[in-house]
């Protein structure tokens, strides 16, 4: 055990040279045990001999050893993440030089220096990322929702805010749309003279909840009111062509499909006249086109079905239209505490508990049938990105029969294609599914950046090479998103195994981690991601839920704004989608600007403080 007593003898510091050399030693022996998988003469080979240096380094609890270090004004090693041994051996020379001056260590070669450290970083993001835009170094991504394939003008306005990166997730859409991303984030790249890179996520291995059995056909429209009834905004609807692309544009509260030649007599003002499904006379009145589309708004609440017609009011001319393709209500389970939900590995469509048939529990299917052979008794369950929990009372082939431990009191709704996370299980899955390769043909040949969704294990990587290669696909920039207690601990692992082989970089996925890992232990965890991260000089992607109020809303929580003013740590911090998404980019720039003065990673700068100075105006 070290002391803690200021040092003040040459005896005391020649012990601290030993303990110190010790630690160095283990650093270097570490490099050795893996030296014939480092690449010879290679950039990535210094990062990857780096980052054992420093895994080596945080093998040992320095906590003592920094406080005595600290007392005689040399460094504690706590900023010693992308130069780990050029850290130990510049604070072991100056040991030896204020003990009995013993010769100095020997450089490794093999090891960056101080400037190599940080050169190396910044290489890395640039050729992972692109380059920084002027006043900042931290990059913006945002993903895109699906409305950006036909929307040029909100692309182009996310480009002109700040937008450096496009986020394609390819769970959603298809290639056409994906296309069509693309070439509007390279339109808008040109236009503004601002280069926006663009990085597509494979889907991965996610487990996801199934079909929940539909409920009727209803539309229901509904203008926003206050606390009084009185109303603040009328509902706004779009009038879709059944032959055209049916809109999704956050401008409309609901979409309704009526045929194409009734929709070419409608005119800016007309009023049209429907009979809802109570029996109840509403009216929608016209007020702009949208496209082949036209919006129209309303002030009363009506409930619309497939039978429910359109007529111009004063123009019978312009016959009706009964309204198609009217979507059945996406119905949902209600679960509370106590509940049982059961887990199954057929596709039939999810069930509402029903108490009239002895008591069946509420049942829904299972995306990936490989969990079923892993998850045991007493196995913990979150559904719904955590927001219902629940524990694993017994298992078989074919079901896994849960209890409801955490949702609402009132009832939680679990709805189709909702996450499940299983923290306790170590499943193993496929990495690449059959969507995902043939996914891949396109992403690998369209998209700057590959996101790997899911990864677990360095083997995934060989199976992504492989697959690369056999489709003659040219290199491309990965990102490892960490989103699972298994990706997490083999971290470092994967990292080595990644370096070396394409430009990699990062993302700490927060939404899946606190899951996993508890959210007690995120800010933890978080940390670590950016230290190893760091090590292995490859840049981060700060995800999940930053500005998410002001992106949905338009109004920001004060808590998300310090968490924004935090993200400045990594290199590239990712917004999701929202009607207000735009201003979340600005926002976001203004933060990311401001704090660029005042920190760099765990540095802080000291520039002047206006607050500093004390004498009176």
Known sequence: MLSTS???????????SHDLSEIRESLVAEENRFEP??????????SQANLLHYMALRQHDLRPLQRELESLGLSSLGRAEAHALASVDAVLNALRRLGSRHPNVSPSTRAPTFSQGQELLALHTETVLGEAPKARSVRIMVTFPSEAAHDYALVREMVASGMDLARINCAHDDASSWAQMIAHVER??????????????????????????PGPSVVKIAPRRDVEGRVLAPARIMLCPAEGRRSDSNLADASLTVPVAW?????????????????????????????RSWIAESTQTAYLGPQTTLRVVGRPNAGRATL????????????RPGDRLVLTRDAAPGLPADEHEGGRPARIGCTLPEVFGRVREGHRVWLDDGKIGGIVLSTNDDEIDIKITQAS??????????????????????????????????VARRADIIGLS????????????????????????????????????????????????????VMIARGDLAIELGYERLAEIQEEILWISEAAHVPVIWATAVLESLAKTGTPSRAEITDAAMSQRAECVMLNKGPHVVQAIRVLDDILRRMEAHQRKKTAFLRPLRVSNLRPD
């Open 409 to 442: 009191p009132t009832g939680s709704a679990l709805g189709a294609d909702k996450g499940i996370n299983l923290p306790d299980t170590d499943l193993e899955l496929p990495f690449l599914s059959d969507k995902d390769r043939n996914d891949l043909r396109f």
């Open 263 to 291: 929709l070419g007599k409608v005119r800016r003002g007309d009023r049209l006249r429907l009979e809802d499904l109570r029996g109840k006379a509403r009216d929608l009145v016209v007020t702009a086109p949208f496209g």
């Open 454 to 505: 899911y990864i677990q294990r360095p083997e995934d990587l060989l199976e992504l090479s492989r697959e690369l290669a056999s489709i003659r696909a040219p290199g491309r920039s990965l990102i490892l998103k960490i989103e699972t207690r298994q990706a997490f601990e083999r971290m470092p692992s994967l990292l080595l195994a990644a370096l070396g082989r394409w430009p990699v970089g």
């Open 37 to 46: 998988t480092l690449l010879e003469r290679s950039d990535q080979a210094i």
């Open 6 to 16: 200021v040092v003040s003898s040459t005896s005391s510091i020649d012990r601290l």
């Open 188 to 213: 808008a790249g040109r236009e503004l003279a601002r280069p926006c890179k663009v990085m597509m996520d494979l889907a991965g291995p996610k487990l996801r909840t199934g079909a929940v059995a």
């Open 324 to 335: 198609m393709n009217v979507p059945p209500i996406q119905q949902k389970l209600k679960l």
